[in-house]
T-cell receptor, first 113, second 112 residues
């Protein structure tokens, strides 16, 4: 079974649309994250949720809104998509007592045209 | 704040060559250190980690030692294979709910 799963893996959409990426972890972890990887492969944290509460909200446009219905899920909703939003988005999770290892999903490749 | 600096690639080696990818960090306290690998078209996989000074992480023939005195966590492998071609990321975490701070990644290309 996949520990951290996210859907869809590939998404091509037009500018101005609204889209969501879903993420689920079956590891029983307390903390979940969203990371963005740009075209130069640089990885940057966007959001962190601990037990359904937002802990980190890095400087991202407010068009991006994370939603955590429960501890095992952290979805990313993006409004009014722009060309610059094209990237790979990674969901991740960690248990605070697990030696700090963060486990990543397989990524969602978003292309805005 | 925390930061990670790693050698930028691409790094091109011949099969069976010795590999070193340098990584240094700046952090407050005692972070945990990681190497992640990303194969073409795939997600991030944990390669190895070390949680305290002088710990050595190892996996799949790769090794890295947590050196607090030089704030380094260099990745090494004695004999690389074509299948090792990937992007390698050095990262650190301060623990708790902190996320990872990544280096910019090193693209490794192994030629037969």
């Amino acid at each position: 079974d996949t520990a951290v799963s996210q859907t869809p893996k590939y998404l091509v959409t037009q500018m101005g649309n609204d889209k969501s990426i879903k993420c689920e972890q079956n590891l029983g972890h307390d903390t979940m994250y969203w990371y963005k990887q740009d075209s130069k492969k640089f990885l940057k944290i966007m959001f962190s949720y601990n037990n359904k509460e937002l802990i980190i909200n890095e400087t991202v446009p407010n068009r991006f809104s994370p939603k955590s219905p429960d501890k095992a899920h952290l979805n990313l909703h993006i409004n009014s998509l722009e060309l610059g939003d094209s990237a790979v988005y990674f969901c991740a999770s960690r248990a605070q007592s697990a030696g700090n290892t963060i486990y990543f999903g397989e990524g969602s490749w978003l292309t805005v045209v | 704040g925390n930061s990670v600096t790693q050698m930028e690639g691409p790094v091109t080696l011949s099969e069976e060559a010795f590999l070193t990818i340098n990584c240094t960090y700046t952090a407050t306290g005692y972070p945990s250190l990681f190497w992640y690998v990303q194969y073409p078209g795939e997600g991030l996989q944990l390669l190895l980690k070390a949680t305290k000074a002088d710990d050595k992480g190892s996996n799949k023939g790769f090794e890295a030692t947590y050196r607090k005195e030089t704030t380094s966590f260099h990745l090494e492998k004695g004999s690389v294979q074509v299948s090792d071609s990937a992007v390698y990321f050095c990262a650190l975490s301060g623990g708790g709910a902190d996320g990872l701070t990544f280096g910019k990644g090193t693209h490794l290309i192994i030629q037969p």
